[in-house]
């Protein structure tokens, strides 16, 4: 079978088989295979693919070339290990000749890397191996769709779809394995754990208003940062209701969050910079402001512009990464958890209501700022748990990039 996908749940043993496949035929002289991952993290952490490779041949008579990231045999086959994180890294091996090729993670990449990889499957007439490309993957992360159209639900006869289930691996700690994966946002926790790859993004599956209790006021938080999503715009006559500007203010004290006040705007930026100052002053100096940072000119310039007004207060930029449904995911799986509280206002109706129809809504400001306010104090809070050895200065633990 030329084209094969194992995958579905979670710890299935994937990343084994797929290793397993590439190491058919070592004993082949002249045969190669590559394994590949996205990034060259995800290839060298402890228990990846290029780890369990390490722990299967070392004291065997296979040698590491640790430059070129292979393993030779006696035989003189090789296995290659690589990573596609650039846009153009897959030209990386042009000119390269495989008989196998195995994606770790097939959901992670675009499907025209794994399209011209194809082209690097080739054989000498007398190389008695057969050509295969073969892949690993758990549902969701960019590549879903792609492979779930090439795979799952494809008809076409060169290419197989193997179901990965819990079951497959029995000597994993189910249990335990079972229950990290309960803590998950309801999305993830469907793909990983069931293998399901029709599981779809619909209203209430990141939050539901009955997750959040809603309490008359807050304890003292040991860490609160108003967060800044500047979507907004005025309404006009031909766009009725634009995008909101959203700041979200929300506090820590272990192990809840408390979202303490939303002021929500639909106003043109002068405005807005002057709300955002009134509120920074009413907020107090002890209050971190965290604006999100979108590409282009014009947000550092209003970052500029409000540090410049507001001297003395913490004001930075940071930049977000990912879609706003993988920004959401901590923060819904937080939430769930019972572990995110509100407190009483005018402003918890449209709050709720936007929420719990993320992401089909006709908005999402909230939600930016949710996901923006939790990453950020999650992570100020990681830097000032720091060591005593490690010296942090505020500013140095306000200026955070979201995870």
């Not at 086959?77 to 846009?87: E, H, I, K, R």
């Not at 790859?197 to 997750?211: A, I, N, S, T, Y």
């Amino acid at each position: 079978m030329p084209e094969i996908l194992f995958g579905g749940a979670a710890g299935g043993g994937k990343s084994d088989a797929l290793l397993m496949a590439a190491l058919q035929y070592v004993h082949v002289p002249g045969y190669a295979a590559l394994l590949l991952r996205r990034t060259y993290p995800d290839l060298a952490l402890p228990g990846a693919i290029m780890d369990r490779a390490h722990e299967w041949l070392q004291g065997t008579d296979a040698q590491w070339h640790e430059k070129e990231k292979t393993w030779v045999f006696p035989s003189g086959a090789t296995l290659t290990f690589g990573y596609l994180d650039g846009p153009r890294d897959h030209f990386r091996y042009q000119g390269a000749e495989f008989q196998f090729i195995g994606f770790d993670e097939l959901t992670q990449f675009k499907e025209q890397q794994y399209l011209y990889l194809h082209s690097r499957l080739r054989r000498l007439a007398e190389l008695d191996v057969p050509i295969r490309m073969r892949a690993a993957s758990n549902p969701g992360d960019i590549g879903h769709e792609w492979v779930k159209a090439r795979f799952v639900v494809s008809t076409d006869p060169s290419r197989m779809f193997v179901p990965a289930t819990l079951d497959d691996n029995p000597y994993l700690d189910r249990e335990t394995y079972i229950e990290s994966l309960q803590k998950l946002d309801p999305v993830t926790r469907e793909q990983l754990l069931a293998g399901n790859w029709d599981v779809r993004l619909v209203p209430g599956m990141f939050f539901r208003r009955e997750w959040f209790e809603i309490v008359d006021r807050a304890p003292v938080c040991d860490l609160v940062v108003r967060y800044w999503d500047f979507a907004g715009s005025k309404p006009t006559s031909s766009r009725k209701d634009p995008d909101w500007t959203v700041g979200l203010l929300l506090g820590y004290k272990p192990p809840y969050f408390y979202v303490l006040d939303v002021v929500r705007m639909q106003e043109s930026p002068g405005t807005v910079e002057a709300r955002v100052i009134q509120t920074a002053e009413i907020d107090g100096r002890a209050v971190p402001v965290i604006i999100e940072q979108e590409p282009g000119s014009s947000s550092l310039y209003l970052i500029n512009s409000l540090i410049d007004q507001l001297p003395g207060y913490a004001v930075t930029g940071v930049p977000s990464t990912g879609s706003k449904q993988t920004r959401a995911k901590p923060v819904s799986s937080a939430v769930e958890h019972g572990k995110v509280k509100i407190v009483r206002g005018e402003w918890n109706r449209e709050f709720l209501a936007e929420l719990e129809y993320f992401p089909e809504g006709a908005h999402d400001d909230q939600v930016d700022a949710l996901s923006g306010a939790h990453t950020a104090l999650v992570d100020l809070w990681k830097l000032l748990a720091m060591p005593a050895d490690d010296v942090v200065t505020y500013d140095d633990a306000i200026s955070i990039s979201p995870v």
